[in-house]
């Protein structure tokens, strides 16, 4: 994403870039590489280089056939990427670039493979462009520094890795050198061989890791010929130290975006000695504001997204060849008008002061600032009206001031000298806009977001231009119907937002808006009845969510790139048509909470890979079994079938087929079966919601390998980019935040979650009729946050690692038949707010722990389990009184006794094994042995017998 939005950056800041140096008489062209030269027709490939560049091309992959032409039938000077020189006819150019998208993303059939040497036999290329290809991490290859007549080597986003090779020093005539945006580990250690490249005017070493060089500048200043230096995001690091003598004198370009110099703008700068630069690009580099006086030069300078703080020097105010001044996304504070006075007027045409924390109101006069042309003051803290005297900037053509606390009353006359206006964002103020339309002078706008002002209630009629490629009307207290004018002024309307409302009436019942690029349209949470008009072929993205539309749905929808289609919250009934799932780019598909019925269509034609990445049928009244079309859904991540009546079992196809899904709801079907293994192969499953079915079984125990409940959830994560989606129109890309709001059973109640709910690790089996025990593998899902396990037959302890679930916030055990005592790790778990243990066996004391204590309705928490006792149950636990603990399971005591008596017969032979063994090998014990017995015998015998006989004589007397 950063490598993405570095490749954004890098194009608009080339086309701001040359748009300001061709207005410039006085700038300094930046060298291009020369235009293709004519192909006269007796001009023919000399043999020996056609065989080279045959070699070269079966060292390369070519699945997208780029390379076509090559042929050897074919003259070679006539190739595709190849020219050659109209006197001598030898290769002078070589062009091998495959596809990128709209961003400057390599599409998928890029070229790759590996560049064979062959082309050393080339030896008048002066030009080499293998830009905007796949080598997949290859280094670039050394023998290209024996390319000895090359003047211009592009190798830009070719995925090239490692370490640049110093070989390229070798090539001295070498005018532009462009390396930029490669793979993370692309390096140079050491920059000694740059400085050999005495020719060298252009050098874009972008993204390229540079961060062991500390003494750059110094490298970069034996290049006297340099006039383009682009090193954003190197890993630059610390103060630039300015070089003795600078020989920089021809640079007019310096870009240096994004790296660590976490220091303010000072004199030790190389900024400071370079009299012919005229843009300057130090954003997001830590800086700390300073002075920046002696940029006499400068027209293009650009400090967003630093550390300025408070008000701008003054110095600024020396810049008098100013042209453009970007301070976006600092800390800059103070008045507005303080900030005005501090800005040089001479030539300054645009002027970006977004996301910081200036106050006040805007200066009521602004004629000395008349060149402006783009005005960016948003997400500020301005207040107060805006002055009518802001019409004074007669030449401006974007205003912005959207996001900040201006109120007031906005009419014709703030705008009735701005004749060129064409962006106009003042949304998300507490404004009042009164446009008649009959003095209106806002007829150029091209863009307009009056989002959360007040336009109502009737619907503005004046804003239906056919100029218009992109209006937010969004939230603007519209109580009225779409007048049919609207939909046919707006021929080139791009995006359309019309959505919190309270707009009535039906859709026209064809829509004749739009031009021939993609389109946006939203109007969702209004009050609109009726059925699907016909569509757009064109149209993307499609909101009617929030509505009182009926009817059933289109059986073709008739709109072959719809990307999103959102339809929830509405009455639509009837059965979901194939045709949706048919759509090859569909990606976010919502039916939810409709009345749809009927079974999920198999789609026989439909593609045999789909790209839906949401699908959300929940709150319907759809029947079947688990749909089988999912199994083409490969990169599906979120899946939403709660609230229907599915049957059957959940599918053990499910992890191999959807191996990326990471929200799965089934609850409240009539599922039947086991929870299968395959289930638990998800790596990427941070959401499981099967509750309110009729699963049995016991829960599997490789729980533990759902490994995303393991890990935190952030920005990277399959959730957050599916709450947070971006929709591609034309050569924009528009983030959108996904506005259905998710009811989630969590700590006891119902919550209603809508963005928030991408940081949810979830795991709910309730009310089901599972058995067994709780896996002790549960606790290596350390992230979960609500577990619910309650209405079960689960039997057995609950395990210790409980414990290990610190970040939980809801635990529902309750209703099982769980016994033995509570684990005293459930005292560990910090994060706990709810917690419910009713009704099951469990016996013993009661855990004691400072989160426990702060738990609501403590009581409740327990009831059901007659053998427990401690606060805060009433049943005291007494000193002398023992648990006796409930067997493990049903052969527990058996085993106890078994080695009771096992530990008793072993004793016994052991013991007469050692005494046998002694009077075998001891004679003298034997003798004394036999001794001692006979004499004991004696004794015993005499005991005896004189017992006896005095027994008789008492017995006589007696009878006598």
């Given at each position: 994403?950063?490598?993405?939005e570095?490749?954004?950056?890098a194009?608009?800041?080339l086309?701001?870039?040359a748009?300001?140096?061709?207005?410039s008489?006085?700038?300094?062209?930046?060298?291009?590489?020369?235009p293709?030269?004519?192909r006269?027709?007796?001009i023919?490939?000399v043999?020996?280089?056609?065989?080279a560049?045959l070699?070269?091309?079966?060292?390369l992959t070519?699945?997208?056939?780029y390379l076509?032409?090559?042929r050897?039938e074919?003259?070679?000077?006539w190739?595709?990427?190849v020219?050659c020189?109209?006197?001598?006819?030898?290769v002078?150019?070589l062009?091998?670039?495959?596809?990128?998208?709209?961003y400057?993303?390599?599409?998928?059939g890029?070229?790759?493979?590996q560049?064979s040497?062959?082309?050393l036999t080339?030896?008048?290329l002066?030009?080499?462009?293998l830009?905007?290809?796949?080598f997949?991490?290859s280094?670039?290859?050394?023998?290209?520094?024996?390319?000895?007549?090359?003047?211009h080597?592009?190798?830009?986003s070719s995925?090239?890795?490692g370490r640049?090779p110093p070989?390229?020093?070798n090539?001295?005539?070498?005018?532009?050198?462009?390396?930029?945006?490669?793979?993370?580990?692309?390096?140079?250690p050491?920059?000694?061989w740059?400085?050999?490249?005495?020719?060298?005017?252009y050098?874009?070493m972008?993204e390229?890791?540079?961060?062991?060089?500390?003494d750059?500048?110094?490298?970069?200043?034996?290049?006297?010929s340099?006039?383009?230096l682009e090193?954003?995001?190197?890993?630059?690091?610390?103060?630039m130290?300015?070089p003795?003598?600078?020989?920089l004198?021809?640079l007019?370009t310096?870009?240096?975006?994004?790296?660590?110099?976490?220091?303010?703008?000072?004199?030790?700068?190389?900024?400071?000695?370079l009299?012919?630069?005229t843009y300057?690009?130090?954003s997001n580099c830590?800086i700390q504001?300073?002075?920046?006086?002696?940029?006499t030069?400068?027209?293009?300078?650009?400090?967003?997204r630093?550390?300025?703080?408070?008000?701008?020097?003054?110095?600024f105010?020396?810049?008098?060849?100013l042209?453009?001044?970007?301070?976006?996304?600092?800390?800059i504070?103070?008045?507005?008008?303080?900030?005005?006075?501090?800005?040089?007027t001479?030539?300054?045409?645009?002027?970006d002061?977004?996301?910081?924390?200036?106050?006040?109101?805007l200066?009521?006069?602004?004629?000395?600032f008349?060149?402006?042309?783009?005005l960016?003051?948003?997400?500020?803290?301005?207040?107060?009206e805006?002055?009518?005297?802001?019409?004074?900037?007669t030449?401006?053509?974007?205003l912005?001031?959207?996001?900040?606390?201006l109120?007031?009353?906005?009419t014709?006359?703030?705008?009735?000298?701005m004749?060129?206006?064409?962006?106009?964002?003042?949304?998300?103020?507490?404004?009042?806009?009164?446009?008649?339309r009959?003095?209106n002078t806002?007829?150029?706008?091209?863009?307009?977001?009056?989002?959360?002002?007040?336009?109502g209630p009737?619907?503005?009629?004046?804003?239906s231009?056919?100029?218009?490629?992109?209006?937010?009307?969004?939230?603007?207290?519209?109580?009225?119907?779409?007048p049919?004018?609207?939909?046919?002024?707006?021929?080139?309307?791009?995006q359309?937002?019309?959505?919190?409302n309270?707009?009535?009436?039906?859709?026209p019942?064809?829509?004749r808006?739009?031009g021939?690029?993609?389109?946006?349209?939203d109007i969702?949470?209004?009050?609109?009845?009726?059925?699907?008009?016909?569509?757009?072929k064109n149209?993307v993205?499609?909101?009617?969510?929030?509505?009182?539309?009926?009817?059933?749905?289109p059986?073709?929808?008739g709109?072959?790139?719809?990307?999103?289609l959102?339809?929830?919250?509405n009455?639509?009934?009837?059965t979901i048509p194939?045709?949706?799932?048919?759509?090859q780019?569909?990606?976010?598909l919502d039916l939810?909470?409709n009345?749809?019925?009927?079974?999920?269509?198999?789609?026989?034609?439909?593609p045999?890979?789909s790209?839906?990445?949401?699908?959300?049928?929940?709150?319907?009244?759809?029947?079947?079994?688990f749909?089988?079309?999912?199994?083409?859904c490969?990169?599906?991540?979120?899946?939403?079938?709660?609230?229907n009546?599915f049957?059957?079992?959940?599918?053990t196809w499910?992890w191999?087929?959807?191996p990326?899904?990471?929200?799965?709801?089934?609850?409240s079907?009539?599922?039947?079966?086991c929870?299968p293994?395959?289930?638990?192969?998800?790596?990427?499953?941070?959401y499981?919601?099967?509750?309110n079915?009729?699963?049995?079984?016991k829960?599997p125990?490789s729980?533990?390998?759902?490994?995303?409940?393991?890990h935190?959830p952030?920005k990277?994560?399959?959730?957050?980019?599916?709450v947070?989606?971006?929709v591609?129109?034309?050569?924009y890309?528009n983030?959108?935040?996904?506005?259905?709001?998710?009811?989630?059973?969590?700590?006891?109640q119902?919550?209603?979650?809508?963005t928030g709910?991408?940081y949810?690790?979830?795991?709910?089996?309730?009310?089901n009729?599972?058995?067994?025990q709780?896996?002790?593998e549960?606790?290596?899902?350390?992230?979960?946050k609500?577990?619910?396990?309650s209405?079960?037959?689960?039997s057995?302890?609950?395990?210790?690692?409980?414990?290990?679930?610190r970040?939980?916030?809801?635990l529902?055990?309750?209703h099982n038949?769980l016994?033995?005592?509570i684990?005293i790790?459930l005292?560990?778990?910090?994060?706990?707010?709810?917690?419910?243990?009713?009704?099951?066996?469990?016996?013993?004391?009661i855990p004691?722990?400072?989160q426990?204590?702060?738990?609501d309705?403590?009581p409740?928490?327990y009831i059901?389990n007659p053998?427990?006792?401690?606060?805060p149950?009433?049943?005291?636990?007494?000193q002398t009184?023992?648990?006796?603990p409930?067997?493990?399971d049903?052969?527990?005591?058996?085993s106890?006794a078994?080695?009771l008596?096992?530990?008793?017969?072993?004793?016994f032979?052991?013991?007469l094994?050692?005494?046998f063994?002694?009077?075998?090998?001891?004679r003298n014990w034997?003798?004394?042995?036999?001794?001692f017995?006979?004499?004991?015998?004696?004794?015993?015998y005499?005991?005896v017998?004189?017992?006896?006989?005095?027994?008789?004589?008492n017995?006589?007397?007696?009878a006598?």
């Amino acid at each position: 994403m950063a490598r993405r939005e570095r490749l954004i950056q890098a194009t608009v800041t080339l086309l701001v870039l040359a748009t300001w140096l061709c207005q410039s008489s006085s700038a300094v062209a930046v060298p291009a590489p020369p235009p293709p030269q004519p192909r006269p027709k007796n001009i023919t490939c000399v043999p020996g280089e056609r065989d080279a560049l045959l070699a070269f091309k079966a060292g390369l992959t070519d699945p997208s056939n780029y390379l076509s032409s090559w042929r050897v039938e074919e003259d070679c000077c006539w190739w595709t990427g190849v020219e050659c020189s109209y006197r001598i006819g030898h290769v002078v150019s070589l062009h091998v670039n495959s596809d990128t998208d709209l961003y400057g993303e390599i599409m998928p059939g890029a070229i790759g493979g590996q560049i064979s040497s062959s082309l050393l036999t080339l030896r008048h290329l002066k030009y080499l462009d293998l830009s905007y290809n796949n080598f997949s991490g290859s280094p670039i290859p050394e023998f290209i520094g024996g390319l000895r007549s090359l003047k211009h080597l592009a190798l830009t986003s070719s995925s090239f890795d490692g370490r640049i090779p110093p070989h390229l020093g070798n090539l001295s005539n070498l005018v532009s050198l462009d390396l930029s945006f490669q793979s993370h580990g692309f390096c140079s250690p050491d920059l000694a061989w740059l400085s050999r490249l005495r020719k060298l005017q252009y050098l874009d070493m972008s993204e390229v890791d540079l961060s062991a060089n500390v003494d750059w500048t110094h490298v970069v200043n034996m290049l006297p010929s340099l006039i383009t230096l682009e090193l954003a995001a190197c890993g630059l690091q610390n103060t630039m130290t300015l070089p003795l003598h600078s020989n920089l004198t021809s640079l007019d370009t310096l870009d240096l975006e994004s790296n660590s110099f976490n220091s303010s703008f000072g004199a030790n700068y190389l900024a400071w000695d370079l009299p012919m630069l005229t843009y300057l690009d130090l954003s997001n580099c830590g800086i700390q504001g300073g002075d920046v006086g002696n940029l006499t030069s400068i027209q293009l300078l650009s400090l967003s997204r630093n550390n300025f703080s408070r008000m701008v020097p003054s110095t600024f105010k020396k810049l008098k060849k100013l042209q453009l001044l970007q301070l976006s996304e600092n800390f800059i504070s103070g008045d507005i008008e303080d900030l005005f006075h501090r800005l040089p007027t001479n030539e300054l045409q645009e002027l970006d002061l977004d996301c910081n924390n200036l106050r006040g109101r805007l200066p009521d006069r602004l004629e000395q600032f008349s060149s402006l042309l783009i005005l960016k003051l948003s997400n500020n803290k301005l207040s107060r009206e805006i002055p009518v005297g802001i019409q004074e900037l007669t030449n401006l053509e974007e205003l912005w001031l959207d996001s900040n606390n201006l109120h007031g009353i906005v009419t014709e006359d703030h705008f009735i000298n701005m004749t060129s206006i064409e962006v106009l964002w003042i949304s998300n103020n507490p404004l009042t806009i009164v446009v008649d339309r009959k003095r209106n002078t806002l007829l150029k706008l091209t863009s307009a977001s009056f989002s959360s002002c007040t336009l109502g209630p009737q619907f503005p009629a004046w804003i239906s231009q056919p100029t218009i490629t992109y209006l937010d009307i969004s939230n603007t207290s519209i109580h009225d119907s779409i007048p049919d004018e609207f939909w046919t002024s707006m021929c080139r309307a791009e995006q359309l937002h019309l959505s919190r409302n309270r707009i009535f009436g039906r859709l026209p019942a064809f829509f004749r808006f739009g031009g021939t690029k993609e389109i946006v349209l939203d109007i969702s949470s209004n009050q609109l009845a009726g059925p699907i008009p016909t569509l757009p072929k064109n149209l993307v993205y499609l909101d009617l969510s929030g509505n009182n539309l009926s009817g059933t749905l289109p059986l073709h929808i008739g709109t072959p790139k719809l990307q999103i289609l959102m339809l929830f919250k509405n009455s639509f009934s009837g059965t979901i048509p194939f045709s949706l799932f048919e759509l090859q780019e569909l990606k976010f598909l919502d039916l939810s909470d409709n009345l749809l019925n009927g079974t999920m269509p198999n789609c026989p034609r439909g593609p045999k890979f789909s790209s839906i990445t949401m699908l959300n049928l929940n709150n319907n009244d759809l029947s079947g079994e688990f749909p089988t079309f999912l199994q083409r859904c490969k990169e599906l991540k979120f899946l939403d079938l709660a609230s229907n009546k599915f049957t059957g079992s959940l599918p053990t196809w499910i992890w191999s087929k959807i191996p990326s899904l990471a929200f799965l709801r089934l609850r409240s079907n009539m599922l039947t079966g086991c929870i299968p293994d395959e289930l638990t192969k998800m790596k990427g499953l941070q959401y499981l919601d099967i509750a309110n079915n009729n699963i049995s079984g016991k829960i599997p125990l490789s729980l533990g390998n759902l490994i995303a409940m393991a890990h935190s959830p952030n920005k990277q994560g399959a959730l957050f980019k599916i709450v947070n989606f971006f929709v591609v129109v034309s050569i924009y890309k528009n983030p959108h935040a996904y506005t259905d709001s998710l009811w989630v059973v969590t700590k006891g109640q119902q919550l209603e979650y809508t963005t928030g709910i991408v940081y949810m690790v979830k795991i709910d089996f309730s009310c089901n009729n599972l058995t067994g025990q709780i896996p002790h593998e549960i606790g290596m899902l350390v992230t979960l946050k609500n577990l619910n396990l309650s209405w079960n037959h689960l039997s057995s302890t609950i395990p210790q690692t409980i414990g290990e679930l610190r970040v939980v916030e809801s635990l529902d055990l309750s209703h099982n038949e769980l016994s033995r005592e509570i684990p005293i790790t459930l005292a560990d778990l910090t994060s706990l707010a709810h917690l419910n243990l009713s009704y099951n066996n469990l016996t013993g004391t009661i855990p004691f722990g400072n989160q426990l204590r702060t738990l609501d309705d403590q009581p409740s928490i327990y009831i059901g389990n007659p053998g427990l006792c401690g606060p805060p149950v009433s049943r005291n636990c007494s000193q002398t009184e023992t648990t006796t603990p409930a067997p493990e399971d049903e052969h527990e005591g058996m085993s106890d006794a078994l080695s009771l008596y096992l530990g008793i017969g072993t004793g016994f032979v052991a013991g007469l094994w050692i005494v046998f063994c002694g009077f075998l090998f001891k004679r003298n014990w034997r003798i004394r042995w036999f001794l001692f017995s006979g004499r004991v015998y004696d004794w015993v015998y005499l005991q005896v017998a004189l017992s006896w006989a005095s027994l008789a004589r008492n017995k006589s007397v007696e009878a006598g």
